[in-house]
């Protein structure tokens, strides 16, 4: 039993800069992750639905990036494209300073999201990186606790700022995200790892392993679709609880701040614990456990719609839905990982983490727009599709799904 209570942190003494950059990105985006469409709703005179049309626009655009991330991928390496898409998200931000108007939104998500495909797609290889190819499980689990900090010492900051809900607030939160992405850039450029990576790319491999290969791989295509459940509920956080407990709950924006941050609080604290734990756990059942609590937690937000009448059994029941919401991310997101590493090649695979950040794009794409017109049409409908979609989802890609291929 003692084993259950003990915490695993692998070694980072190697990798204090990628620590630290990990730290910067994640603070950036905690910043704007979940205020997005407030900010621009409260710094325009734009509709909640026009707001998620053009979000979900720009990142439609961007959503072709993965296709050539993947393939810059085995040329060039994680690092160095990391690099790149930090840069890349910090010039988007600091375009939202000018967004007043449907095309210019189209035109910082389309950046912001570009670099975001970029550092995702790339991330999976960074952490190989840092791990030394030891410990990878458990270093998704850190990776996943110290990003989570650093969302939830953004999303407090953001917090504050729309409590004094002026425009000079809200600009100097974009301006901070954009300075910590560029600092992430930074760190990385500096960083030296001291394992090198294994060459991933063979020039010799004329057919490489394209995105249409990937797609015909019948294991990794129902990881895709499983990841794109676990996407959509991910959008939870930056999408839908702001705007659902202020506007349609008629709670305090401190209120969802905090439920934003009890979300990284907990994912931070738990989330290398749990990873080190079920390290040897078969990943697919883990994944399938967080579906079982993403359900759950679904429900429960959409009960506090109707308790309102009792402000105090209302916020009891947002919390305990946001603790179940949180451990399905914490058993998902090492599991998910693992599998889009170990189901892919050893080389030439950079398709493949193309094709797994691509569920991640689609989703982002499609969401802010599907969000912003359930957000729209009343206090019911958010929660309803999401649970008919991630029923639907889970019935669909768990069929034949094995770690081993």
Not at 31 to 53: D, E, K, P, Q, W
Not at 370 to 396: Q, R
Request: proline fraction near 3%.
């Amino acid at each position: 039993m003692e084993n259950i209570f003990k915490v695993s942190v692998p070694n980072i003494n190697r990798s204090k800069l990628f620590v630290t950059s990990t730290v910067l990105n994640a603070t950036g985006s905690g910043l704007i992750m979940a205020f997005m469409m407030i900010y621009f709703n409260r710094t325009t005179t734009l509709s909640l639905s026009v707001i998620g049309l053009s979000i979900a626009i720009g990142r439609t655009l961007s959503s072709m990036a993965p296709i050539l991330i993947g393939q810059l991928l085995d040329k060039l390496g994680p690092k160095k494209l990391s690099i790149y898409g930090d840069f890349i998200s910090g010039m988007g931000f600091i375009m939202c300073l000018f967004a007043r108007d449907p095309i210019t939104i189209i035109l910082t998500q389309f950046f912001t999201q570009t670099g975001v495909h970029i550092f995702w797609t790339s991330n999976r290889g960074l952490v190989t990186l840092a791990s030394g190819n030891s410990g990878t499980k458990t270093w998704f689990g850190l990776i996943a606790s110290i990003r989570n900090i650093g969302l939830g010492l953004g999303t407090f900051f953001t917090s504050l700022a729309l409590e004094i809900n002026s425009g000079e607030s809200l600009h100097l939160v974009i301006i901070s995200a954009a300075l910590l992405f560029f600092l992430s850039c930074l760190a990385l450029l500096i960083w030296q790892p001291t394992n090198t990576q294994e060459k991933t790319y063979d020039a010799g491999d004329t057919e490489k392993h394209s995105l249409k290969r990937v797609f015909a791989d019948t294991t990794y295509r129902r990881l895709l679709i499983v990841n794109f459940g676990l996407v959509l509920a991910a959008m939870v956080i930056p999408l839908a609880i702001v705007v659902y407990v202020t506007e349609q709950l008629g709670l305090s924006p401190f209120l969802s701040g905090s439920l934003v941050i009890l979300n990284t609080v907990i994912v931070a604290g738990l989330s290398t614990h749990v990873a080190s734990w079920t390290k040897n756990h078969d990943p697919v059942k883990n994944i399938k456990w967080s579906y079982f609590f993403n359900i759950f937690s679904f429900v429960l937000f959409w009960l506090a719609s109707i308790t309102l009448e009792n402000k105090l059994v209302t916020c009891t029941i947002l919390i305990i839905a946001m603790l179940i919401y949180s451990l399905a991310e914490i058993l998902s997101t090492p599991a998910a990982n693992m599998l889009c590493i170990n189901l892919a090649p050893r080389k030439n695979n950079g398709s493949y983490m193309a094709a797994f950040q691509m569920t991640w794009s689609v989703g982002m794409t499609l969401s802010p727009a599907i969000f912003g017109y359930l957000l729209d049409l009343n206090k019911h409908s958010t929660w309803a599709v999401l649970l008919l979609l991630t029923i639907l989802i889970f019935s669909v890609g768990f069929r034949n799904l094995n770690e081993e291929k």
